[in-house]
């Protein structure tokens, strides 16, 4: 399967506890980005990334989200104490080169966070 | 900051029906522009990609336009199934950013 690989597809924690999420990009895609959709609400940009870099994470709440894409690995959203309000399906997706390169995204199928 | 509409929010049509979706974005800098179908409880899944250069893109029954200038974009779904029952959004892309619309829910009935 050469598509964007997500994974836990669903997630359930207790308020104060720690989610990782992770997503591994299509093969040969070096540009992972990450989206929440809250409920009954549009996909929001989060944060983008290339391997080892932050390229943009204007969309990151400044508190107890993180994200990396290490040398070697998936990318991973960490989101630290999480809140009810956190509770969200998180999408990666993965591009081959910048926007004005190629610049088609291809999603994976999402990780759906509960927090109880 | 670019912000992206679309129109209508939801739409039910008997089978067969040919379609026009609507998706308007405020800034028109944009590289280019994307439809992505969802289904429920699914991830997005791409339908036609628009580089800014170009006019409009075909695929199969699917023909998506874009008028960059007035900061427009529609796709045309021909001949439409019941499997096409889903909700298309549309994004748009400027420096590895993208911004959706809130969708379009389409319901195609047998």
């Known amino acids: 399967n050469a598509g964007v690989m997500q994974n836990p597809r669903h997630l359930v924690r207790r308020r104060g506890q720690e989610a990782r999420l992770r997503c591994s990009p299509m093969k040969g895609h070096s540009h992972v980005y990450w989206y929440r959709q809250l409920p009954e609400e549009g996909l929001k940009f989060m944060v983008y990334?290339?391997?080892?870099?932050?390229?943009?994470e204007s969309g990151m709440p400044k508190e107890r989200f993180s994200a990396e894409f290490p040398k070697e690995g998936p990318s991973i959203l960490r989101i630290q104490q999480v809140v009810r309000g956190d509770s969200a399906a998180y999408f990666c997706?993965?591009?081959?080169?910048?926007?004005?390169?190629?610049?088609?995204?291809?999603f994976g199928e999402g990780s759906r966070l509960t927090v109880l | 900051k670019q912000e992206v509409t679309q129109i209508p929010a939801a739409l039910s049509v008997p089978e067969g029906e040919n379609l026009v979706l609507n998706c308007s974005f405020t800034?028109?800098?944009?590289?280019?522009l994307q439809w992505f179908r969802q289904d429920p409880g699914k991830g997005l899944t791409s339908l036609l990609l628009?580089?800014?250069?170009?006019r409009e893109q075909t695929s199969g029954r699917l023909n998506a336009s874009l008028d960059k200038s007035s900061g427009r974009s529609t796709l045309y779904i021909a001949a439409s199934q019941p499997g096409d029952s889903a909700t298309y959004l549309c994004?748009?892309?400027?420096?590895?950013?993208?911004?959706f619309g809130d969708g379009t829910t389409l319901t195609v009935k047998p």
């Open positions: 990334l290339q391997k080892e870099n932050i390229i943009d």
């Open positions: 997706a993965s591009s081959q080169g910048l926007a004005e390169i190629t610049g088609e995204l291809f």
């Open positions: 994004a748009v892309s400027n420096a590895g950013k993208s911004t």
């Open positions: 628009i580089q800014s250069s170009q």
């Open positions: 800034d028109s800098a944009i590289y280019n």
